[in-house]
């Protein structure tokens, strides 16, 4: 099996993007991803209408990955939908875990960002640039830091 992309009207892939793996992509309308992404996959990825990769990220799909639609996404971002098992055998030996990753509609994570697995960045909100992201953001929050924490809304809640 190799990788099957989907593809919306006026999707913009540069020709720099490099695919690995194999799996399934689906890109809603105007989906751009820019120069030198790395795209490794083992699973699904699904990105929304109107959505930016951008210059220089790695996605790695080993499970489920959604890119909600109208999203930002920084440059030098490292998106995880995956992780490793942490027992007593050799680090490289260790099991790759298949995980997901949900960023939800009208999201802007900065440059530098790391989103780890499991994670669901719900609507509306900013991730500020070289953050790590560990738990979950609510919808309409700027998260900014290592790890990131809350900043504050964007609107009144």
Not at 26 to 41: H, K, P, S, Y
Request: aromatic content about 4%; glycine content about 10%; proline content about 4%.
């Amino acid at each position: 099996m190799e990788i099957e992309i989907i593809k919306g009207n006026n999707v913009r892939i540069d020709p720099t993007v490099k695919f690995i793996g194999t799996g399934k992509i689906i890109l809603g309308d105007r989906v751009q991803i820019r120069t030198n992404a790395v795209i490794e996959i083992d699973g699904i990825l699904e990105i929304g209408e109107r959505s930016v990769i951008g210059y220089h990220n790695t996605l790695q799909v080993s499970g489920h990955m959604v890119i909600g639609k109208g999203s930002l996404i920084g440059p030098s971002c490292i998106l995880l939908a995956s992780a490793h098992q942490i027992t007593d055998v050799p680090l490289v030996d260790e099991k790759l875990l298949k995980s997901t990753l949900t960023i939800k509609d009208n999201v802007w994570v900065g440059g530098n960002c790391t989103i780890n697995h499991g994670i669901i960045l719900e609507s509306d909100c900013i991730i500020g640039a070289n953050s790590f992201v560990k738990s979950n953001v609510p919808r309409g929050a700027i998260y900014a830091g290592s790890p990131a924490k809350l900043i504050r809304y964007r609107h009144p809640q």
